[in-house]
């Protein structure tokens, strides 16, 4: 088992900037891709950024492409999530996933392991 716990969130004004951290512990081997989804209230959980396990191929959105940026640190088991330019829109509970599969992929059915989720709202 993976266990995953997010934090960073908060409430931002619209411009501004949050930086999301996701801990990872447990047989982490088994995390290769990670990535973050979100979930505002009564929509679906979508996929906002996904890396490989190297760091070296990363996939965005195209809602966040530009403003997000997502990194890892393997050697301290975190996934990072840097927001900049946040908008009211973005307003949502992030949550951080690992998968197993090698291949970066968007749909949350392809993610083994969860967090609990960490809170963003945006005001404007």
């Known amino acids: 088992q993976v266990q995953l716990v997010e934090s960073g969130g908060g409430l931002v004004q619209a411009g501004g900037s949050l930086r999301l951290s996701c801990a990872a512990s447990?047989?982490?081997?088994?995390?290769?891709?990670m990535g973050w989804f979100r979930q505002a209230p009564g929509k679906e959980r979508k996929f906002v950024a996904g890396?490989?396990?190297?760091?070296?191929?990363?996939y965005y959105a195209d809602s966040v492409k530009g403003r997000f940026t997502i990194s890892r640190d393997n050697a301290k088991n975190m996934l990072y999530l840097q927001m900049n330019n946040l908008k009211p829109e973005d307003t949502a509970v992030y949550y951080c996933?690992?998968?197993?599969?090698?291949?970066?992929?968007?749909?949350?059915?392809?993610?083994?392991?969860w967090g609990q989720g960490t809170q963003v709202t945006v005001s404007s």
């Open positions: 996933a690992a998968s197993q599969t090698i291949v970066v992929r968007t749909s949350h059915s392809d993610y083994d392991y």
């Open positions: 447990g047989r982490t081997a088994r995390s290769n891709v």
């Open positions: 890396v490989s396990w190297s760091g070296g191929v990363t």
